[in-house]
Antibody
Framework: EVQLVESGGGLVKPGGSLRLSCAVSGFTFSSYTMNWVRQAPGKGLEWVSSIDSSSNYIYYADSVKGRFTISRDYAKDSLFLQMNSLRADDTAVYYC????????????WGQGTLVTVSS | QSVLTQPPSVSAAPGQSVTISCSGSSSNIGNNYVSWYQQLPGTAPKLLIYDSNKRPSGIPDRFSGSKSGTSATLGITGLQTGDEADYYCGTWDSSLSAVIFGGGTRLTVL
């Protein structure tokens, strides 16, 4: 069974940092592009970042470029999102999601972890 | 303002049918497959339609997808109260080098 479990969310002050983790199981982690998608309270989905299976191709939304860093650990089957210089508008539930091969479909999602940026 | 445009809400009675539109441009829908996601209240999104018109295993055939030019449509027949959810379209935008989503459509089954 495919599972994605996020952790690391919490309350952080503006300007602070947080590192999110996503532990995966049930599939060959090294074969899939992985993503972070966020959803602000009461708002729609916003894609944050993608990292391909070999970590060679990495993309960021303009809203987080230069502040967030996506990475993956193949030995631990884990995806990470290092978030620096956090702002109030980064407050959201952050989901990790697997991208299906050969397309842009996000076929499996985690349950999400809430990040709140507030003083 | 989302790159993909969806109606904010649609509604219909149980048993009826509904369609949700998703409008984009040549840099996204016009040259890429479209996905549709269902987000039930308080839960993570779930893939409903991929490659514009295919259903993952376990998704009933009441759900269908189509694409024409720079627009895509999600169709739901035989509406059930359990279909009440937010629905999002998504695709890749070649100009932005980004995954993009529509603003979402809330379906109410009256």
């Amino acid at each position: 069974e495919v599972q994605l479990v996020e952790s690391g969310g919490g309350l952080v002050k503006p300007g602070g940092s947080l590192r999110l983790s996503c532990a995966v199981s049930g599939f060959t982690f090294s074969s899939y592009t992985m993503n972070w998608v966020r959803q602000a309270p009461g708002k729609g989905l916003e894609w944050v970042s993608s990292i391909d299976s070999s970590s060679n191709y990495i993309y960021y939304a303009d809203s987080v470029k230069g502040r967030f860093t996506i990475s993956r650990d193949y030995a631990k089957d884990s995806l990470f999102l290092q978030m620096n210089s956090l702002r109030a508008d980064d407050t959201a539930v952050y989901y990790c999601a697997r991208m299906a091969p050969g397309g842009w479909d996000l076929d499996y999602w985690g349950q999400g972890t809430l990040v709140t940026v507030s003083s | 303002q989302s790159v993909l445009t969806q109606p904010p809400s649609v509604s219909a009675a149980p048993g009826q049918s509904v369609t949700i539109s998703c409008s984009g441009s040549s840099s996204n829908i016009g040259n890429n497959y479209v996905s549709w996601y269902q987000q039930l209240p308080g839960t993570a999104p779930k893939l409903l339609i991929y490659d514009s018109n295919k259903r993952p295993s376990g998704i009933p055939d009441r759900f269908s997808g189509s694409k024409s030019g720079t627009s895509a449509t999600l169709g739901i027949t035989g509406l059930q109260t359990g279909d009440e959810a937010d629905y999002y379209c998504g695709t890749w935008d070649s100009s932005l080098s980004a995954v993009i989503f529509g603003g979402g459509t809330r379906l109410t089954v009256l």
